[in-house]
């Protein structure tokens, strides 16, 4: 069966600090991924999505960027965080094509 | 851009009570997927809606979507605490090639009172 992972559970970062955020995919190959962002108030954003290694596609502008290092790997990172970075950040992945998406446990971040 | 609306965006229903969250899309739907989520955490996914008319039922939760592929409903029997939680409805979105994306409602949070 499939799992994803997702890590750090929790992060507390200052203005100003980079970030990285990882999920990885167990059970699978080749499968689309996909970041997104739960704000209180504004639902579900899609940031990022991946159909391979390498190849990434930005949904809305932002101080945000993904990388696909590996098939099962997706990163989310940030040179420098902002406030309004804060949020809670799901992965979420499916098989290629029309399938259903399966999101992970999710990173709490809080910028201060 | 589809957007989607859910009703109410929440509600507190009695132990024991029936429910009805409701999801409007502002283009037709072709693919409509339901998740719950309990705060803090990530989407468990319950069922998933493609055809008009279409109707799916597990364990106390049935979805439903309309004739006319706009609208769909998550009709909760019996309701007990453990369904508690946030209600999400998402549909599919062409982004190119063969691949979609799911654009999400805003969610209908559900407290069940023992």
């Known amino acids: 069966s499939q799992t994803i992972h997702q890590w750090p559970a929790t992060l507390v970062q200052p203005v100003g600090s980079p970030l990285s955020l990882e999920c990885t995919v167990e059970g699978t190959s080749n499968p689309n991924l996909y970041w997104y962002r739960q704000a209180a108030g504004r639902g579900l954003q899609l940031l990022f999505y991946s159909v391979g290694i390498g190849q990434i596609s930005s949904e809305v502008p932002q101080n945000l960027s993904a990388s696909r290092p590996q098939d099962r790997q997706f990163i989310l990172s940030s040179k420098k965080l902002l406030l309004s970075d804060s949020g809670f950040y799901l992965c979420?992945?499916?098989?290629?094509?029309?399938?259903?998406?399966?999101f992970g446990p999710g990173t709490r971040l809080l910028v201060l | 851009s589809q957007e989607l609306e859910q009703s109410p965006q929440s509600l507190i229903v009695q132990e024991g009570k029936n429910l009805t969250i409701n999801c409007t899309s502002s283009?037709?739907?072709?693919?409509l997927y339901w998740y719950k989520q309990k705060y803090g955490e990530g989407l468990i996914f319950l069922m998933m809606?493609?055809?008009?008319?279409e109707e799916k039922s597990h364990e106390k939760i049935t979805a439903k979507l309309d004739e006319k592929k706009q609208q769909s409903s998550l009709h909760i029997t019996a309701s007990q605490p453990s369904h508690a939680g946030i209600y999400l409805c998402g549909a599919d979105t062409f982004i190119g090639g063969s691949n979609y994306k799911l654009t999400f409602g805003k969610g209908t949070l559900l407290t069940v009172n023992p």
């Open positions: 979420a992945w499916s098989r290629q094509g029309r399938e259903t998406q399966y």
């Open positions: 809606l493609q055809k008009g008319g």
């Open positions: 283009k037709t739907l072709y693919g």
